[in-house]
């Protein structure tokens, strides 16, 4: 592959999209592949308190910064590497000590929930894969990941996927299904299936 292209890999919360970019990254090889999570690019809340930040809600178009990622993946596309931010989950705000430096590889990962919402993204992808997954699936995953790895409560967990997750997944995640390129199913997939979407991706972007 002569230049960077960019794909993405969306799907709803919990829906195996992380898995499946990584899966990615892993078969591509460091060298080919980076990954970029769209959760990176929440627009940083240092300036509110923390309280005010739990309430905010994560699954709206508005949460993001897509105009710091456009930006940064047009200078991905004219072959020069950027600093991502890293947001902390338990905080709601990025980590002002650390990014995450992305090279401009062969193939770059934007995975998210809505990566696929925003036109401007989707401007540049070369290729677009939707992770679509059961909704009892994905809440007992993502109860399961935000009480053991983001240090929330079984109840706030509960609380928040009823007041915003579903229902923006429902209005604002779900309908870009139809615009993916291909869809996978995030119960489950093997060897072969990444190496033939890995296949499919290099012969798209070629």
Not at 77 to 88: E, H, K, Q, R, S
Not at 118 to 136: G, P
Not at 181 to 195: H, K, L, P, Q, S
């Amino acid at each position: 592959m002569a230049r960077c292209r960019i794909i993405s890999v969306a799907g709803g919360t919990a829906s195996g999209k992380t898995t499946l970019a990584h899966d990615l990254f892993r078969l591509g090889g460091t060298e080919r592949v980076q990954v970029i999570p769209l959760d990176s690019y929440y627009r940083d809340q240092v300036n509110i308190s923390l309280e005010e930040r739990a309430l905010r809600n994560y699954d709206h178009p508005d949460a993001f910064d897509i105009t710091l990622l456009r930006n940064h993946l047009d200078e991905l596309l004219n072959g020069n590497g950027v600093d991502a931010p890293i947001y902390n989950f338990a905080l709601h705000c990025r980590d002002g000590r650390q990014v995450q430096r992305v090279e401009p590889v062969d193939v770059v990962i934007v995975e998210g929930i809505l990566a696929l919402h925003y036109r401007e993204l989707r401007e540049v992808y070369s290729y677009s894969v939707f992770v679509d997954t059961d909704d009892d699936l994905r809440f007992q995953r993502r109860l399961k990941r935000d009480v053991s790895e983001r240090g929330r409560t079984e109840e706030s967990v509960h609380t928040q996927w009823n007041a915003t997750v579903h229902p923006m997944h429902l209005q604002y995640c779900a309908p870009t299904r139809a615009l993916a390129a291909e869809v996978m199913t995030g119960e489950r997939w093997d060897e072969g299936a990444i190496a033939q979407l890995w296949k499919r991706i290099v012969s798209a972007v070629e």
